[in-house]
Each structure stands twice: as structure tokens, then as C-alpha cells.
T-cell receptor, first 114, second 114 residues
Framework: GAGVSQSPSNKVTEKGKDVELRCDPI?????LYWYRQSLGQGLEFLIYFQGNSAPDKSGLPSDRFSAERTGGSVSTLTIQRTQQEDSAVYLC????????????FGQGTRLTVV | AQKVTQAQTEISVVEKEDVTLDCVYETRDTTYYLFWYKQPPSGELVFLIRRNSFDEQNEISGRYSWNFQKSTSSFNFTITASQVVDSAVYFCALRLNSGYALNFGKGTSLLVTP
């Protein structure tokens, strides 16, 4: 696609439910990144993918968070048993390759846990 | 560890004024990249500029200019003759050559009033 696409744009969920956030990167971009933006913590890096592989998961806030990427394209960030502190905007970005430092961001998914 | 500090939380100017957004960074690495991103109300992070640590040349792009000084670990951003459309949150970020994550500052919210 023309840009990085994220869905849904807004998600309200009840505490304890699981949610899936989707990111569709720019076509041909092999590197994909997830960030979280919250009032208290600012912009935090969560995880990156090179192709379908995520070599370093240490940025994920807890074991309730997981991410996968299939076909070198779409990525899904899953949060299990959501908590109120998970409320944030989740931003996805992609770049041509990991060595390419110019990353293009999507508009984000605003997650609200009530 | 690396850190990016944007000491100005909010700035308000009147249209046509010049405004400088400050960014100070910390890293022990000698090879790194510095970035500025703009986040308008729509939420998408828009890439403005990237500099690598070996290139201290200042850059001008239209009304935007950037001043990179390694001696003071600063990468400041000036908007000349500000316009209402410049109203946004501006983020400075650092990426190490040895890593893939962008380390963001807390952002500066710029409001330009007519």
C-alpha cells in the first residue's frame, strides 16, 4: 500500500479481554517495528521484525504481549488479559530493511482498557 | 544507555515568529543517527530529517533548519516564520548504529496561533 496501515484505529476493550492490533507495512518493506505511546512513558520501542523473525523480544512490557508477522508482511500485536495500564496508542512503522534508518509510521491504534 | 531530552514541554508562538526546539542526547556510541519527527493531531509520526553522527553540517529545508553540534550533544530544530500548520508535537530521536530502536524524547508541543 501507499503507507503503513493500522487497524483498528480505535479499540475499547474490557479489562481482562484479549486484543489484536494489526499492522500492514509499506509493500516491499522487510523491517517492521512496534512502538507504544502513552502519557506517562512517552514513545517506547516494543519489538522489531526482519522478515518474519523477531530476534529480540525484550522490549515487550510483559509476557501478556506477543507479536507475530506472517508472509513478511502483515504483523499482529496481541495483548492478553488486558490491564488498564495497557491503554495507549500503539504505533507501527516499517522501513525498507533494518539497515535503512528511515522508518515510516502508521497512524496508530488507540487502545482504551475500561 | 542512551537518552534524548527535550526540555521544552510546550511552546506557544504567534504566526510568523521564529521558534527553536531543543534536543540534547546522550550516548557513548560513536556512530548513531539523530531524527526529528512531527506528530500532527492525526497521530501519524512524520519523518522530517535524519543526520548521522559523522555529518555535522547544518541543514536547511525551506522554513526548517537543523543545527547539529556534537560538542554539546545537541540537535536543535528551528522553524522560521512559523505558520498555524506547524502546530504539532515534535519528537527528537536517537538510533544507534548497533541497534534498531528509535529512542525518543518526550516531545515538544508547538502551538502557533494566528
Amino acid at each position: 500500500g501507499a503507507g503503513v496501515s493500522q487497524s483498528p484505529s480505535n479499540k475499547v476493550t474490557e479489562k481482562g479481554k484479549d486484543v489484536e492490533l494489526r499492522c500492514d507495512p509499506i509493500s516491499g518493506h522487510t523491517a517492521l517495528y512496534w512502538y507504544r505511546q502513552s502519557l506517562g512513558q512517552g514513545l517506547e520501542f516494543l519489538i522489531y521484525f526482519q522478515g518474519n523473525s523477531a530476534p529480540d523480544k525484550s522490549g515487550l512490557p510483559s509476557d501478556r504481549f506477543s507479536a507475530e508477522r506472517t508472509g513478511g508482511s502483515v504483523s499482529t500485536l496481541t495483548i492478553q488479559r488486558t490491564q488498564q495500564e495497557d491503554s495507549a496508542v500503539y504505533l507501527c512503522a516499517s522501513s525498507l530493511a533494518l539497515w535503512d534508518t528511515e522508518a515510516f509510521f502508521g497512524q496508530g491504534t488507540r487502545l482504551t482498557v475500561v | 544507555a542512551q537518552k534524548v531530552t527535550q526540555a521544552q514541554t510546550e511552546i506557544s508562538v504567534v504566526e510568523k515568529e521564529d521558534v527553536t526546539l531543543d534536543c540534547v542526547y546522550e550516548t557513548r556510541d560513536t556512530t548513531y543517527y539523530l531524527f526529528w519527527y512531527k506528530q500532527p493531531p492525526s497521530g501519524e509520526l512524520v519523518f522530517l530529517i535524519r543526520r548521522n553522527s559523522f555529518d555535522e553540517q547544518n541543514e536547511i529545508s525551506g522554513r526548517y533548519s537543523w543545527n547539529f553540534q556534537k560538542s554539546t550533544s545537541s540537535f536543535n530544530f528551528t522553524i522560521t516564520a512559523s505558520q498555524v500548520v506547524d502546530s504539532a508535537v515534535y519528537f527528537c530521536a536517537l538510533r544507534l548504529n548497533s541497534g534498531y530502536a528509535l529512542n525518543f524524547g518526550k516531545g515538544t508541543s508547538l502551538l502557533v496561533t494566528p
